[in-house]
């Protein structure tokens, strides 16, 4: 199936600019290589490249190397890496096509991401390991190395904390677990909860039911119970408190048995609600704690709960902890440049603050061009 064929540059000399005495200097050009794949199954094929070949010029893009299809021959050009790259992409990704398994635009892009970190990754068991079947839509599945181990985590540990920016898919993740572990019937019911920071927790003072008070600070995780369930099922789940949804500040004094937990947003509470979260999992329950240590809305000065706790429990059996980065990101494109933009500023004023407090002070009888100062 696999014919290679490479066209490689040697180096080159050339005489220097205004020179008489026959000095060359070496001048090396990039080595060129050719790859040649032929593939046996026409819709397995056209899958593969997409309509108009949009897929082939997505991993074009995002490898660094050109693609050009010929009947059903795909040749790669590039350099060593990006053809290994594109090799090890187009042969995994046709596999997937040849099983029937669709993958979208957005996970070819990843996965050519995955293989540009690791030449040698196996997709399969990072795209293949469905969480859930949602209703009517796509199957969730990791859509990267760093989702992949998320889920593991999440699967062999009591308590894990998914960190990491905005739309790196740590809480939709965990509601698919939770979701699956409630069909599957490894628990009996799914408690999900969020600091309600704006409100100061003072929900009382609100108009209408608990549920209704809350609703605007969970609406997300109400959103993505929509996706994998439908309407009246959710309902019916909530109404008989299999799903229930409550602000964090009513989980105080309560145990919770057979229960999949999920407190998000969790840079927003404070070390003492922190403690108090986690002390409420009893026996046959999981725990996954979710947020972003640097977009915390607490008041100036008070110390968020959740980098108290990965600094405190750090090491502890039975507690994993997934990091995700910017890159890690699966909305759009432009998310992730947005949050790098964020990230670089922050650090900078961070640094700036440090370097301030780093100062020594100046000696109350010293002036401060260095002259001593003197009394009249």
Known sequence: ?????????????????????????????????????????????????????????????????????????????????????????????????????????????????????????????????????????????????????????????????GVGPAGTGKTYLAMALAVRALLDKGIRRIVLTRPAVEAGERLGFLPGTLEEKVNPYLRPLYDALHDMLDPEKVQRLMADDIIEVAPLAFMRGRTLNDAFVILDEAQNTTAEQMKMFLTRLGFGSKAVITGDPSQTDLPRGQRSGLRDALELLEGIRGIGVARFTDSDVVRHPLVAEIVRAYDARDRARFEAREAVRAEPPVPPDVSTDGSDAKPE
């Open 1 to 161: 199936m696999l014919r290679r064929s490479a066209r490689r540059a040697g180096p080159l000399r050339s005489r220097g600019p205004g020179t008489s005495t026959g000095v060359h200097k070496l001048v090396t050009k990039t080595i060129i290589r050719k790859d040649k794949l032929a593939f046996d199954d026409p819709e397995a094929l056209q899958a593969l490249c997409g309509t108009n070949n949009t897929r082939l010029k997505l991993i074009e893009r995002t490898a660094g190397a050109q693609l050009h299809l010929r009947g059903n021959e795909i040749t790669i050009e590039g350099d060593d890496a990006a053809t290994a790259v594109v090799r090890s992409a187009l042969e995994q990704l046709y596999g997937f096509a040849r099983k029937g398994k669709h993958l979208g635009s957005d996970d070819v892009v990843r996965a050519v991401k995955v293989l540009a970190a690791d030449s040698t990754a196996e997709l399969a068991p990072i795209f293949g390991d469905t969480v859930l079947v949602p209703r009517g839509g796509r199957p969730i599945a990791a859509k990267g190395l760093a989702q992949k181990q998320y889920i593991d985590l999440v699967r062999g540990n009591d308590i894990c904390f």
